[in-house]
């Protein structure tokens, strides 16, 4: 695909086919955020805003990144903080994350400090909810903001392409602000980036913003450092199953966080029964312990429910995760471990597994993708038209090119 030469088009148009192409904004939906942007600028002077003039030329001292949301979009930056620690070593990085997974990227020396905080319009799926005036999840969110401005960082970015991040970024008072702002709140940056329309993933929507400040990011920067105390448990835990080392290991993950993106458990151990007849894999069947549930009942079938970094070293040493599109498929990709990922209510173009090794299942003919998990019928039949086969036969073709590639590294390594 050629790239978009954008300094031969319009700007408005550019936009227009980024809020289309990017976020799927219908035109009703832009018209409600340009009326909020109006309300917006009336209100601004009455507001605390930035401190400081920005110094274009003046490397930071502070950077604040604001990544508010669930796990999988924590993992998606992850290779943009390890690009920003790369480019700016010297600078302390400060990180706006939501609360229960302030603990998530601890000793992985990319980021300094964890500030949690509880966005309300990011703690509930119901709209009603996310905007709650009477919620009390505004008054702590209040408070964390004005600790941040506290704080006077230099600059201050976000990559979730959101009027509400950039007046995030605003409120935060850094001087320099940096993001997009072609989905409106563009009038509250300092650096507005222009989109690359032919790069959607969301991976590279963050890693695009360096760019703006004359960085090459790297994109190949995954990876996910596990203490050798934790990869100890995760070996203790396979004996205490009685799993002979060296056994080739596949993880299967049913879970996700909300409904509509659950295929289903009884159609994944559809899965790993005809994956164990088949094969002499082991499985490992992980959940949570909030939401526990048990392996099927059949051979070299292993219940996993442990705590979130046990899960991390367990899955570590599997070959190959099935699961839904979910925060364990992003996480098994910034681990090196290839998966097969179930995919319904979004776009995989945008939050897809980015391995050579991954398969994703989808029926790609269902035109209401991606509707943001918010089903338009009595049930997600763009899930539930997906069979054990196609699951099955995409693991298959996962497991076969593993073990050509396996092959192949050995007899390099004897040669």
């Given at each position: 695909m050629r790239p978009i030469e954008s300094n031969l088009i319009d700007p408005l148009h550019l936009e227009a086919a980024a809020r289309a192409g990017l976020l799927r904004m219908t035109p009703w939906k832009w018209r409600l955020v340009r009326t909020i942007e109006g309300i917006l600028r009336f209100l601004?002077?009455?507001?605390?805003?930035?401190?400081?003039?920005?110094?274009?030329?003046?490397?930071?001292?502070?950077i604040l990144v604001s990544e508010y949301w669930n796990l999988g979009d924590l993992a998606i930056v992850m290779p943009f903080l390890r690009n920003l620690r790369r480019s700016f070593p010297s600078a302390r990085i400060s990180l706006l994350v939501n609360a229960g997974l302030a603990s998530f990227l601890e000793g992985q020396g990319i980021v300094d400090d964890f500030i949690p905080v509880r966005v309300p319009w990011a703690q509930h799926f119901l709209r009603?909810?996310?905007?709650?005036?009477?919620?009390?999840?505004?008054?702590s969110f209040l408070r964390t903001l004005l600790a941040v401005r506290r704080m006077q960082f230099d600059w201050a970015l976000s990559g979730r392409m959101d009027a509400r991040d950039n007046f995030l970024l605003w409120l935060s008072g850094a001087s320099r602000r940096i993001g997009y702002g072609f989905a409106g709140g563009g009038f509250l940056l300092t650096d507005c980036v222009v989109p690359d329309l032919t790069r959607p993933h969301r991976v590279d929507i963050w890693l695009?913003?360096?760019?703006?400040?004359?960085?090459?990011?790297e994109s190949d920067t995954n990876g996910f450092r596990l203490t050798q105390?934790?990869?100890?448990?995760?070996?203790?835990?396979?004996?205490?199953?009685?799993?002979?080392?060296?056994?080739?290991?596949?993880?299967?993950?049913?879970?996700?966080?909300?409904?509509?993106?659950?295929?289903?458990?009884?159609?994944?151990?559809?899965?790993?029964?005809?994956?164990?007849?088949?094969?002499?894999?082991?499985?490992?069947?992980?959940s949570d312990p909030g939401n526990p549930s048990d392996a099927p009942m059949i051979e070299r079938c292993h219940t996993a429910c442990m705590d979130f970094r046990s899960f991390l070293a367990?899955?570590?040493?599997?070959?190959?995760?099935?699961?839904?599109?979910?925060?364990?498929?992003?996480?098994?990709?910034?681990?090196?471990?290839?998966?097969?990922?179930?995919?319904g209510s979004t776009n995989p173009i945008w939050f897809g597994p980015r391995g050579a090794q991954d398969r994703i299942v989808i029926r790609p003919e269902f035109s209401c993708r991606p509707c943001f998990d918010y089903c338009i019928y009595d049930q997600p039949y763009c899930l539930r038209l997906l069979t054990a086969t196609e699951v099955l036969e995409a693991a298959?073709?996962?497991?076969?090119?593993?073990?050509?590639?396996?092959?192949?590294?050995?007899?390099?390594?004897a040669t």
């Open positions: 601004l002077p009455l507001l605390p805003g930035p401190r400081k003039a920005p110094n274009p030329n003046a490397l930071p001292k502070s009603w909810k996310k905007y709650n005036p009477f919620s009390g999840c505004w008054i695009h913003l360096l760019t703006v400040l004359g960085q090459s990011p105390a934790e990869l100890a448990l995760a070996e203790s835990f396979l004996q205490q199953q009685k799993i002979p080392s060296g056994s080739f290991l596949i993880g299967v993950h049913p879970g996700a966080r909300l409904a509509v993106r659950r295929w289903g458990n009884d159609r994944f151990a559809e899965v790993t029964r005809r994956i164990v007849a088949e094969t002499d894999a082991h499985i490992l069947w992980f367990v899955l570590s040493c599997c070959r190959l995760l099935i699961c839904n599109d979910s925060g364990p498929m992003h996480l098994a990709n910034l681990l090196g471990v290839p998966v097969v990922a179930v995919f298959e073709r996962s497991l076969e090119l593993i073990r050509r590639n396996e092959m192949t590294y050995r007899h390099h390594s």
